[in-house]
């Protein structure tokens, strides 16, 4: 029989995580079946020489992440040309890029390919935080961006915005973000599951089967309602519908004034080939951004 205090790093007090933990021991029974390298409960066996690999290669592109955004933050900052409305919500995109690359992947990586939670309990649910206003910072900004070379393209003789409207905005994206992303930090916590890779030998009748420490979400059941559903629901609007909408809109006003606005006077060949490669250009930015 497993000890009590074995598990006192990581008790929950939480009613829902405490009701979830007894269910699971309760009900937990050996599971010997695999298939595919694919346990029942949809938890993945990963090989040793896989998991090297992998490792390498998130470590780098994490590594390549962080350090190619710091020099865009650098840049923008050292430079007094690059303090461009524009390069100011670029800065912002590379601030997210870096939280994601230091705070999310390396902690989210390990748990996905282990298939447990080794690492302290209070990363648990700031790693996912991190994840979800990385994620809402970036789209939010953006949808910013494609909004601002709107005005400056289809309404070139309107005011533009300054620095300090600038950093209003950001100040806003961010709020927005981090109020989304707050569940998270609320419903991920550290439970107790059963360790299948060695219940089978290690389980027997009327014993506690052998557990391992799992980073979970405990979302609460409202009136018959799982929250979780009105969570992912909500982050579908606020992270891709919504977004979408106004980028494809933004973009598409730009790409019909570019494409069919003339140049006031006679038609030049020499001018209105310069124009054309001009187009050109602005419609491959245009697409590489809407994508």
């Known amino acids: 029989m497993m000890k009590g205090n074995r598990y006192e790093p990581f008790t929950v007090l939480n009613d829902c995580a405490g009701r979830q933990l007894k269910e699971t021991l309760e009900l937990a029974e050996p599971k010997a079946n695999m298939t595919g390298g694919v346990e029942d409960d949809g938890l993945f066996y990963v090989p040793p020489g896989l998991v090297?690999?992998?490792?390498?290669?998130?470590?780098?592109?994490?590594?390549?992440?962080?350090?190619?955004?710091?020099?865009?933050?650098?840049?923008?900052l050292a430079n007094a040309r690059m303090r461009t409305v524009t390069n100011y919500f670029i800065a912002n995109l590379s601030i997210a890029d870096v939280m994601i690359g230091c705070l999310s992947i390396p902690f989210q990586f390990q748990a996905a390919l282990l298939q447990?939670?080794?690492?302290?309990?209070?990363?648990?649910?700031?790693?996912?935080?991190v994840k979800e206003l990385s994620v809402n910072v970036s789209i939010l900004t953006l949808t910013v961006i494609s909004v601002d070379r709107y005005h400056a393209i289809v309404r070139p003789l309107s005011p533009g915005w300054t620095g300090r409207k600038a950093y209003l905005i950001m100040t806003v994206v961010w709020a927005v973000s981090v109020v989304s992303s707050l569940p998270t930090v609320l419903a991920f916590r550290v439970v107790w599951?059963?360790?299948?890779?060695?219940t089978p030998v290690a389980a027997t009748e009327g014993t506690v089967p052998p557990l391992k420490p799992f980073c979970h979400p405990l979302f609460p059941v409202l009136g018959g309602t799982d929250t979780s559903?009105?969570?992912v629901f909500y982050l579908v609007i606020v992270q891709y519908f919504l977004p979408l909408c106004v980028i494809s809109v933004a973009y598409?006003?730009?790409?019909?004034?570019?494409?069919?606005?003339?140049?006031?006077?006679?038609?030049?060949?020499?001018?209105?080939?310069?124009?054309?490669?001009?187009?050109?250009?602005?419609?491959?930015?245009?697409?590489?951004h809407h994508m």
């Not at 290669?57 to 650098?74: C, D, H, P, R, T």
């Not at 599951?193 to 060695?198: S, T």
């Open 52 to 76: 090297a690999v992998l490792s390498v290669i998130y470590g780098s592109v994490s590594a390549v992440a962080v350090v190619g955004n710091l020099l865009v933050i650098i840049v923008v």
């Open 116 to 129: 447990r939670w080794d690492l302290p309990e209070i990363l648990c649910p700031v790693a996912p935080f």
């Open 193 to 198: 599951i059963p360790d299948d890779a060695l």
């Open 229 to 231: 559903q009105l969570y």
């Open 252 to 288: 598409a006003r730009i790409m019909y004034r570019v494409w069919f606005s003339k140049a006031p006077g006679s038609a030049v060949d020499g001018r209105d080939k310069i124009m054309n490669k001009n187009k050109k250009k602005v419609y491959k930015s245009t697409l590489v």
